[in-house]
């Protein structure tokens, strides 16, 4: 951390060593540490905390999208929220701060719903259509299996 303070832009250095650690092997774990480096770096920079309206600078906003983007494709949705809590915490009057952290946070929760709701649905047409004696009673309505039928029994 001491060497990254003769750094400006410390945020290229981390987003850069982050990618590192992912495509690197260093994994999920050594990326979310340098996340949190990078999070005490950001706090201890008194110009990132706030500028002269009370807002967070744009690049301590920017760290904060990062982090909660990072926990959305890697994470689970409890550590998700956990950074989504943290940074309207840490930023209280950024509204524009707290209105990206919520929107993000509900679109993933959306489509991970729609990806549950869709799978569940997949998993019903399958028992459905493998129980004989239920689809029995439509055969009348369905004169041969549906195009994709055998892809959905196999996928």
């Known amino acids: 951390r001491g060497a990254l303070s003769c750094v400006k832009d ?8 982050i990618a590192m650690e992912m495509d690197g092997g260093g994994g999920v774990g050594v990326a979310r540490w340098l996340f949190e480096e990078w999070g ?8 990132l905390r706030k500028d002269d309206d009370g807002t967070t ?3 301590y906003g920017d ?3 990062a982090y909660l983007a990072f926990e959305l494709r890697h994470g689970d949705a409890r550590r ?14 950024d509204a524009s701060l ?7 946070l509900r679109d993933a ?14 998993r019903t047409a399958k028992k459905w259509l493998t129980n ?10 369905v004169p041969r299996p549906p195009q994709g039928y055998r892809r959905l029994l196999s996928g």
Do not use: F, M
Not at 40 to 47: E, I, R, S
Not at 98 to 104: A, H, N, Q, S
Not at 109 to 122: A, F, M
Not at 133 to 140: I, P, T
């Open 10 to 17: 410390y945020a290229s250095v981390y987003r850069t060593w």
């Open 80 to 93: 998700a929220r956990t950074v989504a809590a943290r940074a309207v915490k840490t930023c209280p009057h």
């Open 98 to 104: 707290r209105d990206t952290v919520e929107l993000r």
């Open 57 to 59: 600078a744009d690049e």
């Open 40 to 47: 005490t770096v950001c706090a201890k920079d008194g110009n």
């Open 63 to 65: 760290y904060w999208c």
């Open 132 to 141: 004989s004696e239920q689809s029995r009673g439509c055969s009348s309505l």
């Open 109 to 122: 929760i959306e489509i991970e719903q729609q990806r549950r709701h869709r799978s569940g649905l997949l």
